[in-house]
């Protein structure tokens, strides 16, 4: 039972436009999400986080938006670049902290 | 500023065979973990340590033992390596509600 799923296994966008990865959950315990960005050979790392009493969270270029109804959250990169080029995890936990991880989305931005 | 340090990063073992995962992390974190990535399935919670001295079981423990030797350290062990086993191994490590920090990874195969 996959409980955060990343429906698209890989998105294409053009440089300088936005790229939209999305994260849908089922565990309506979980209360605090993150995104991660993953190159090849390298160990994935933080980018931004949302708790569930927010519903948008900003750093930079990245936006993160939660819809707890919905049990979606989705993360804008806005311009896109191609060195944002890398697999993107969503991962969701609840009070015992335990990260559940999405299978990931390969976003490749063509320059 | 070494951040969370594992080692080796690639082994090549032969069915049977044991071997373990060292990590550390010079972050004064309390938790630590041990994920595995493979294709396809994104990254999945082998074991954690919530804090020194305590150890419990993620999604995919089989065929794995890890001891925390102290606050710093977390290792994985395999004790009879099998095919299956063949993935990269990343620890991490976190403080309570904040976002979890990944190693480099080690490359495991079995051959």
């Known amino acids: 039972d996959q409980q955060v799923k990343q429906n698209s296994p890989s998105l294409s966008v053009q440089e300088g436009r936005i790229s939209i990865l999305n994260c849908d959950y089922t565990n309506s315990m979980f209360d605090y999400f993150l995104w991660y960005k993953k190159y090849p050979a390298e160990g994935p790392t933080f980018l931004i986080s949302?708790?569930?009493?927010?519903d948008k969270n900003e750093d930079g270029r990245f936006t993160v938006f939660l819809n707890k109804s919905a049990k979606h959250l989705s993360l804008h990169i806005v311009p896109s670049q191609p060195g944002d080029s890398a697999v993107y995890f969503c991962?969701?936990?609840?009070?015992?902290?335990?990260?559940?991880f999405g299978k990931g989305t390969l976003l490749t931005v063509n320059p | 500023n070494a951040g969370v340090t594992q080692t080796p990063k690639f082994q090549v073992l032969k069915t049977g065979q044991s071997m373990t995962l060292q990590c550390a992390q010079d972050?004064?974190?309390?938790?630590m973990y041990w994920y595995r990535q493979d294709p396809g399935m994104g990254l999945r919670l082998i074991y954690y340590?919530?804090?020194?001295?305590?150890?419990d079981k993620g999604e995919v423990p089989n065929g794995y033992n890890v001891s925390r030797l102290n606050k710093r350290e977390f290792s994985l062990r395999l004790e009879s390596a099998a095919p299956s086993q063949t993935s990269v191994y990343f620890c991490?490590?976190?403080?309570?509600?904040?976002?979890?920090?990944f190693g480099e990874g080690s490359w495991l195969t079995v051959v």
């Open positions: 991962a969701a936990t609840g009070s015992n902290y335990k990260l559940t």
């Open positions: 949302i708790s569930s009493i927010k």
């Open positions: 991490a490590s976190s403080r309570p509600l904040d976002a979890i920090y």
């Open positions: 972050m004064n974190h309390n938790s």
């Open positions: 340590s919530a804090s020194e001295g305590t150890t």
